[in-house]
Nanobody
């Protein structure tokens, strides 16, 4: 079955960095676009970034451009989100997502940016 497992979240001070990972299984990872979303309580889940199947194309929300980088390793079936210059407003649960005719989400990983 399809599984997406996020890791790498935690507590970090403003200006700090974190790298999130999403390990995928149960499908041919290299054939599908992957994306990262985030959600704070009381708000809709928002798109952070997505990456094409071979990693040659990426797109970012305006709020994270220049600070976050999405990448993927098709040999490891893993997509990453490198987050630099973190701000308190980046605090959220971060999810990876793929669409295989049906949307699949991971369980999420909490990122808290606070001093």
């Amino acid at each position: 079955q399809v599984q997406l497992v996020e890791s790498g979240g935690g507590l970090v001070q403003p200006g700090g960095s974190l790298r999130l990972s999403c390990a995928a299984s149960g499908f041919t990872f290299s054939r599908y676009l992957m994306s990262w979303y985030r959600q704070v309580p009381g708000k809709e889940r928002e798109l952070v970034a997505f990456i094409s199947t071979d990693g040659s194309a990426t797109n970012y929300a305006d709020s994270v451009k220049g600070r976050f980088t999405i990448s993927r390793d098709n040999g490891k079936n893993t997509v990453y989100l490198q987050m630099n210059s973190l701000k308190p407003e980046d605090t959220a649960v971060y999810y990876c997502k793929t669409y295989l005719g049906v949307v699949y989400w991971g369980q999420g990983t909490q990122v808290t940016v606070s001093s």
